[in-house]
């Protein structure tokens, strides 16, 4: 009998032997393999139909001719073996798989730098195992969150919790050894492979980001270790040794896996698992709490066998039903009555639970008023929302208690009804000012949502369902409102910038041809001072797929070679031709100019000397003439126009209102706000494509410091809170110029629109006068921050 195994085939009887590991274990860590494996050898797949071109690109643009023949080596060879490389990396991964499971600690002893066996290694292979070494690095730095989480979760399937990096059987540097080795097939010398190396770098790399990401999704969905909280993580980079969590233990809700539809009993008691860790936390941080339980073990807090939790005392449901409706009779607070209003202002959850406590209440239910009241503590704490939408989404106190009585996968499933509820009243308080008051239309409809909940609800979460779908609608119609008010403000802020990128169109045209310097002095400054305003003019007014424009560049040119020496009695003759038209067309500019009698009068003089000139240079036997030297004084003497139109944009480092934008510039002539009715013409986002060609600013600034980047990458609809001294102001990013530098804000409502650069609120955000408000959900951010104190009490 042949007992010789497939070549593709790796098996983990020996890992089984050393570890005990039971059947599932070593089955989900098939799957990894196989997974892993695929994804891998498609990804070298689509490297090495790309190569061809890569490697022949590289080696046009050597300019040594050694080089090229390299580049030109390498490509060759990785087309003619590729079958054999795609292979030989399949097999090498699997195999390398196979020897870290059974000996995890040989790999990374394979090579040690530090022993003097260094200089028995080939030269050739130990330069190929440097570059495997800074590949990996790469590599781990560029899928740092997601390998450091895979990191995690094999660790926990191999039993080893001080796993090294290396010793990750689906670690880069596996994944790169393999690649190393399946280059042998090369049949070539080492700069042949090291470019391959390179090649597959570069190519390569970014899929492997999603390797581990499907991995890691992959693990989960088979419950092993569901939830990877921070600090595991900053555990697992600074190199502390990682306390192995209980399984299937839910930390945090970030990348909670959700179950829908009928589910067996397994998976029931899989989402009871974070209320079941939330009570257990609890009891360790309060030693009082198990004297007065009678000693009971945490495990009185687990779920039940069928995979759910006793059911609620209905004389409990009565009692917070009652509560809900405004009854408070039953419950007393040293002798005094509380009633619904006092919901509104402050945490009355421990209250209540003296009152249901006598009602039959179990210690669970006793352990989920504390752990509901702990999640309003950290909403009536959380400065984001203001003190009034807080005291209305208090009253959902004993709404939102008798939903976490009635279903404990409240905490743990982000689609529940109620949960998704509180996160969006949460969302629509960001932007409310308390300046608002009472009477402002978002207020006046979240304290309709919150009465509908407590006159509705019994036990039936739909009501829920449509208060959200109902809130939702309202604040889609509001958000739609706000966008037609700040169109107004953002077509000010358009309007200048595009007539910023008009005037530098002009002047690159106009000094695109003075930089030849082939001209006389005067027709240079009549071109920058004179003619660049027509030709401003014609684009405004026109376009630049017009004829005017055309036109007025054609004239522009005319003018100048006009003014070169005539050397043949055609060009002579065409002069001739050409002088009436043009000197009405530059007769009309200096007209539009407004330019004084006196000026003018100059320049024409001037410029029938540039003729002569250049029709006597040209004459056979004459020597070349120097080009006419303007006299001391500038015939023209005025700037360009439309300097302080522009300049309010490129200065607005500070808020400004857009009003201040959209008003003239003082001293403005007639051609300026003819100019400026001419933009406010245009539709909001004409020729986008064209202004955004003239922004390299996000470019350069993402290169600077974080700052610049935060700045940069922001999207429409952040929210942002600036501060000075001791007030504060919130804002939502309501548009974008089209060269990306420079920033609408308003209100919640479309109002009150500010602006900013781009470089200005970079520098707010540096110092902090400027704070991005963060908007994730409410309840994860109250059970990731209930889940941190609890565990930091319990360590303590």
């Not at 260094?118 to 800074?134: I, K, N, R």
């Not at 009993?265 to 009871?272: D, G, K, S, V």
């Not at 036109?551 to 005539?566: F, G």
């Not at 390299?696 to 974080?706: E, G, I, K, L, M």
């Amino acid at each position: 009998m042949n007992n010789t195994a497939p070549k593709n085939i790796v098996s983990l009887s020996e890992y089984d032997k050393a570890r005990k590991v039971g059947s599932e274990t070593i089955s989900l860590l098939n799957e990894c393999r196989d997974m892993a494996a695929e994804l891998l050898s498609k990804s070298l797949s689509k490297m090495l139909d790309r190569i061809e071109e890569s490697l022949f690109e590289l080696a046009e643009k050597a300019l040594n001719h050694d080089v090229r023949n390299v580049y030109l080596e390498a490509r060759g060879k990785a087309l003619a073996h590729r079958d054999a490389i795609e292979s030989e990396f399949r097999r090498n991964f699997l195999q390398g798989f196979n020897k870290r499971l059974v000996a995890p600690d040989a790999a990374s002893k394979k090579l040690d730098f530090s022993s003097l066996e260094l200089s028995l290694v080939d030269t050739d292979d130990f330069e190929a195992t440097l570059a495997v070494s800074d590949i990996a690095k790469r590599l781990k730095n560029n899928c740092n969150d997601e390998l450091m989480a895979l990191d995690y979760r094999v660790s926990e399937l191999m039993h080893k919790t001080d796993l090294a990096d290396d010793d990750n059987p689906l670690g880069p540097k596996a994944i790169c050894e393999a690649f190393k080795d399946a280059c042998n097939q090369l049949e070539s010398n080492v700069n042949v492979k090291l470019i391959i190396l390179k090649q597959f770098d570069q190519l390569v790399s970014d899929d492997i980001q999603g390797v581990y990401k499907n991995l890691n999704t992959h693990l989960v969905n088979r419950n092993v270790i569901p939830v990877i909280t921070p600090d595991m993580l900053r555990r697992r980079a600074s190199g502390s040794p990682m306390p192995r969590p209980a399984p299937r233990q839910q930390e945090r809700l970030d990348d909670k896996v959700e179950t829908v539809g009928d589910q067996p009993p397994q998976a029931q008691a899989t989402e009871q698992e974070l209320f079941t860790t939330l009570q257990q936390l609890l009891t360790r941080n309060d030693a009082g709490m198990a004297a007065m339980l009678g000693g009971l073990s945490q495990n009185a807090f687990a779920p039940t066998s069928n995979g759910g939790f006793p059911e609620l005392n209905n004389s409990v449901l009565d009692v917070l039903s009652s509560m809900q409706q405004g009854n408070f009779g039953a419950v007393a607070l040293n002798g005094a009555g509380l009633d619904l209003a006092q919901a509104g202002s402050g945490n009355i959850l421990r209250d209540v639970k003296q009152a249901v406590l006598g009602q039959g209440a179990t210690q669970i239910d006793g352990m989920t008023i504390d752990i509901v009241a702990m999640l309003f503590d950290y909403i009536f704490d959380d400065r984001q929302i203001p003190d009034k939408m807080k005291a209305l989404i208090g009253r959902l106190q004993i709404p939102v208690l008798k939903v976490a009585m009635l279903d404990k996968k409240f905490f743990s499933k982000k689609s529940h009804p109620a949960r998704q509820l509180l996160d969006t009243l949460a969302l629509a308080a960001l932007g409310w000012n308390e300046a608002e008051g009472e009477g402002d239309r978002l207020y006046c409809k979240i304290d309709d949502i919150i009465h509908r909940i407590l006159s509705e609800f019994e036990e039936n979460f739909d009501v829920f369902e449509s208060a959200r779908l109902d809130l939702e609608a309202f604040l889609a119609e509001e958000e739609r409102l706000a966008q037609e008010r700040a169109e107004s403000s953002a077509k000010v802020i358009y309007e200048r910038e595009w007539l910023q990128m008009a005037k530098s169109t002009v002047e690159e045209e106009v000094q695109r041809r003075i930089a030849t310097g082939d001209m006389p002095e005067v027709i240079g400054q009549f071109l920058s001072l004179q003619w660049g305003n027509l030709l401003l003019s014609v684009y405004v007014k026109d376009g630049v797929e017009s004829d005017n424009w055309r036109n007025a560049l054609q004239t522009m040119d005319d003018l100048i070679w006009s003014v070169q020496p005539k050397r043949s009695p055609e060009e002579r003759m065409r002069l001739v031709s050409l002088l009436p038209p043009m000197l009405k067309k530059l007769e009309a500019a200096l007209e539009i100019n407004q330019t004084p009698k006196e000026s003018r009068e100059k320049f024409f003089a001037a410029l029938v000397q540039c003729h002569a000139s250049a029709i006597k240079s040209g004459m056979p036997g004459k020597a070349p003439e120097p080009m006419p030297v303007i006299a001391a004084e500038p015939i023209f003497t005025h700037p360009p126009l439309l300097v302080n139109v522009t300049s309010p944009v490129a200065e607005a480092k500070e808020l400004v209102p857009v009003e201040q934008l959209g008003a003239p510039p003082v001293g403005a002539s007639s051609f300026e706000l003819d100019l400026i009715a001419s933009a406010n013409a245009r539709q909001l986002n004409d020729d986008v494509a064209a202004i955004q060609e003239r922004a390299p600013v996000v470019t350069s600034v993402q290169a600077a410091d974080p700052y610049d980047a935060m700045a940069a990458n922001l999207k429409r609809g952040a929210w942002i809170e600036f501060r000075h001294d001791d007030s504060a102001m919130r804002a939502k990013l309501a548009w974008v110029s089209p060269m990306k530098n420079m920033y609408l804000f308003t209100n919640r409502q479309g109002l009150n629109a500010m602006s900013i650069s781009l470089e200005g609120l970079a520098a707010k955000l540096r110092s902090g006068s400027a704070v991005i408000v963060e908007e994730s959900a409410l309840v994860d951010r109250a059970v990731s921050s209930m889940l941190d104190a609890l565990k930091s009490g319990a360590a303590a």
